[in-house]
C-alpha cells in the first residue's frame, strides 16, 4: 500500500491501486477512485489560479454532494485548509463562522448563496465565492469574484504548496461550554492517523460500502471519507428527512459500515430491518453519546449477524475509545479502551494517575491531539495542556513539553482497563448529537429583544441524549408570551438547537454567589418539577 501522510494522498494512492473501483456514490451518480482524483486535482489547480496562499481557509456551504468532498480533499491538495460549514446552520451562525476563520475563499451554490449575502457583506477577508453552478440572479457582493466550479476544474494542473504532515488542514466548529461555536485545528497528520486508526478497528476493505448519514462537518461524519479512501472503499453520501431513508438506502446500496449517533439509532431501532440487511451490514458503530442499552438490544436482534461497536470520542481529538463487539454483552455501559495509536489516561486534579474505579479526568495523548483553538489562546490553554512529567508515558529525561487534550469529562476504569463514562464537568449540552453550548442559546434569545434575563440548560431525554430547555423572563417587567419567543427560536435557531420547552418566570431570576445565574439550582428546579409531572 502506497504511502501516505497527506489528506488527499488517502485519494491518490487509492486510484494508484485501483483506478476503476467506485470511490463515491451520491444519488444516481458515482465517481470511480480515477475520476475522483482527477477532479480534486483539477479544483485544486483552479484554487492555485485564484491565488489560494498556503494554509488559507476555504469555506465550504453545501450539503452532501460530490462537490463537497472534492472541495475538501481539492483545498487540502492545494495546501489551504478546509472549514466545512453544517448546511442547517442559519446565517447568523454562518457568518460567525467564516469571519472567525478569516475564510479566503467560499464554496457554495446559487441556491444556498442568496441565503447568507448578507452575512458576506461583513467577511472582510473573502475574496473569492466558487458556485457549483451559474447563478440565475446577478450577485453584488463589494470585492469578491465569483468563479464557476466547472470553470476551474478545466484549469491546467498545477502544483500546490509545499505542506507537510503538521501543517494546518481544517478547522472543524464545535460549540464551546460558553459563547459562540469554536473552531477545532486539524493538521494532515490528526486526519490521517485518524483514519487509519478507525479503519484498523473496524476493519474496513475495499469491498465496503459506508454510508455518511452524518454531517461532513462533524469528525465523525468526515471520517467516513477519510476511513473509506483509506482503505479504497466506496462512500455513499446521503441527505436524509426520515429515519427510513436511512434504512432504504442501506438496503439499496448494500451499505456495510453504519456510523450514527444515538438519536437516530433509537428511531431505527423503532423500524422493521429485512432480513437481508443483517447479510450484507458488517456493522454499525455509535459516536455522539451513549446508546440507549435497549436500543442495542433491539437493533442486535433484528441484526444478528451485523457487529456493534460503541466508540466515544471528542472533536479535539477525533476518537479517543471504542467497545470491542465481543465485549458488548459482557459491559455494554463501557466506552471501551482507547484505539490504536492513542493512549488515554484518567487523572486527578493534581496530574497523578487514578486508581482503578476512582473518578478522574480523561486525558488523551497521541498522534490525534488537534492544534487547538483557532484564534483562541485562552481556550486552548484550557483543554491543551502539558502532560505532567510523572503521566504514564513520559520520561525523566524528556525536556520539551508534551501537549495533550483534557476532555473535561468525568470517567472511570476498570481492574480489566475498560473505561466507563460518568459525566461532564462543563455546563454543555449533548442533544441529537450535537454539542451546544447555554451560553449560544442564551445569546440569541437576548437578540429576540424580548427577553429580560434567561438561563438555557439540558435535562435527560429518552431520544435526545438531553432536552434544551430555557427560563426565561420579560424584559422591563413586560408580559413574556413563550410561544412568540418559541417562534423566534425557529427563525434564528439550526432544528438542533430550538428548546424543547420554555418556562416563563417574574424576574429577577436568582443569583449564586458570584453574582451570576444560578443556572444549576433552576436545572434541578425544573428537572424536579418536570419528573413530578410524568
Known amino acids: 500500500?502506497?504511502?501516505?501522510?497527506?489528506?488527499?494522498?488517502?485519494?491518490?494512492?487509492?486510484?494508484?491501486?485501483?483506478?476503476?473501483?467506485?470511490?463515491?456514490?451520491?444519488?444516481?451518480?458515482?465517481?470511480?477512485?480515477?475520476?475522483?482524483?482527477?477532479?480534486?486535482?483539477?479544483?485544486?489547480?483552479?484554487?492555485?489560479?485564484?491565488?489560494?496562499?498556503?494554509?488559507?481557509?476555504?469555506?465550504?456551504?453545501?450539503?452532501?454532494?460530490?462537490?463537497?468532498?472534492?472541495?475538501?480533499?481539492?483545498?487540502?491538495?492545494?495546501?489551504?485548509?478546509?472549514?466545512?460549514?453544517?448546511?442547517?446552520?442559519?446565517?447568523?451562525?454562518?457568518?460567525?463562522?467564516?469571519?472567525?476563520?478569516?475564510?479566503r475563499v467560499l464554496i457554495t451554490s446559487p441556491e444556498r448563496l442568496p441565503l447568507i449575502t448578507g452575512a458576506l457583506e461583513h467577511c472582510h477577508d473573502l475574496r473569492h465565492v466558487i458556485l457549483t453552478a451559474p447563478s440565475a440572479k446577478p450577485v453584488n457582493l463589494p470585492g469578491v469574484s465569483i468563479a464557476l466550479w466547472s470553470d476551474l476544474l478545466a484549469t491546467p494542473r498545477r502544483a500546490g504548496n509545499r505542506i507537510i504532515d503538521t501543517d494546518l488542514l481544517s478547522i472543524l466548529y464545535t460549540s464551546g461550554s460558553t459563547g459562540r461555536p469554536k473552531g477545532v485545528v486539524l493538521s494532515h497528520r490528526n486526519m490521517v492517523a485518524g483514519a487509519k486508526s478507525v479503519a484498523s478497528y473496524l476493519g474496513n476493505n475495499p469491498d465496503d460500502s459506508l454510508l455518511a448519514a452524518l454531517p461532513l462537518s462533524f469528525d465523525a461524519g468526515f471520517s467516513q471519507l477519510t476511513t473509506a479512501f483509506h482503505s479504497g472503499a466506496r462512500v455513499v453520501l446521503l441527505n436524509y428527512l426520515l429515519p427510513q431513508d436511512v434504512l432504504k438506502a442501506v438496503v439499496r446500496e448494500k451499505i456495510t459500515g453504519l456510523t450514527a449517533v444515538p438519536p437516530l439509532y433509537i428511531q431505527l431501532a423503532q423500524l422493521n430491518w429485512p432480513e437481508t440487511a443483517t447479510s450484507h451490514l458488517r456493522y454499525f458503530a455509535n459516536t455522539g453519546g451513549r446508546m440507549p442499552l435497549e436500543t442495542l438490544k433491539t437493533l442486535r436482534a433484528q441484526l444478528p449477524q451485523t457487529k456493534p461497536f460503541l466508540m466515544y470520542g471528542l472533536t479535539e481529538a477525533f476518537r479517543a475509545t471504542y467497545l470491542p463487539p465481543e465485549q458488548a454483552d459482557i459491559r455494554p455501559d463501557s466506552i471501551g479502551k482507547a484505539i490504536p495509536d492513542a493512549e488515554v489516561l484518567v487523572l486527578r486534579d493534581d496530574g497523578s494517575e487514578c486508581a482503578p474505579n476512582e473518578p478522574g479526568e480523561l486525558v488523551q495523548r497521541g498522534a490525534h491531539v488537534a492544534m487547538g483553538y483557532w484564534n483562541d489562546p485562552e481556550k486552548t490553554a484550557e483543554r491543551f495542556k502539558p502532560l505532567p512529567a510523572s503521566a504514564p508515558g513520559r520520561q525523566a529525561g524528556l525536556v520539551l513539553p508534551e501537549i495533550a487534550v483534557f476532555s473535561g469529562d468525568t470517567v472511570r476504569r476498570d481492574e480489566e482497563g475498560y473505561l466507563y463514562f460518568i459525566g461532564r464537568r462543563d455546563e454543555m449540552m449533548k442533544t441529537s448529537g450535537y454539542r451546544v453550548s447555554p451560553t449560544e442559546v442564551e445569546e440569541i434569545l437576548y437578540a429576540t429583544g424580548k427577553v429580560g434575563e434567561c438561563v438555557a440548560f439540558g435535562i435527560p431525554h429518552a431520544t435526545l441524549g438531553q432536552a434544551i430547555c430555557v427560563i426565561a423572563t420579560g424584559k422591563d417587567g413586560t408580559q413574556l408570551d413563550p410561544a412568540i419567543l418559541l417562534t423566534e427560536c425557529r427563525q434564528r435557531m439550526p432544528a438542533y438547537m430550538i428548546p424543547a420547552a420554555i418556562e416563563v418566570r417574574e424576574g429577577p431570576l436568582p443569583r449564586n454567589p458570584n453574582g451570576k445565574i444560578d443556572r444549576k439550582t433552576l436545572s434541578t428546579e425544573f428537572d424536579t418539577a418536570n419528573k413530578a409531572q410524568q
Open 1 to 103: 500500500m502506497p504511502k501516505t501522510s497527506l489528506l488527499h494522498e488517502l485519494i491518490s494512492a487509492s486510484a494508484e491501486r485501483a483506478p476503476s473501483s467506485p470511490a463515491l456514490t451520491s444519488g444516481r451518480d458515482t465517481l470511480s477512485y480515477h475520476e475522483l482524483d482527477n477532479q480534486v486535482a483539477g479544483l485544486a489547480s483552479g484554487l492555485i489560479e485564484l491565488g489560494i496562499e498556503r494554509g488559507e481557509r476555504v469555506g465550504i456551504f453545501l450539503d452532501k454532494r460530490i462537490e463537497t468532498v472534492v472541495a475538501s480533499f481539492a483545498a487540502a491538495r492545494a495546501g489551504a485548509a478546509f472549514v466545512p460549514v453544517n448546511p442547517i446552520l442559519k446565517s447568523e451562525q454562518i457568518g460567525h463562522i467564516l469571519r472567525d476563520c478569516n475564510a
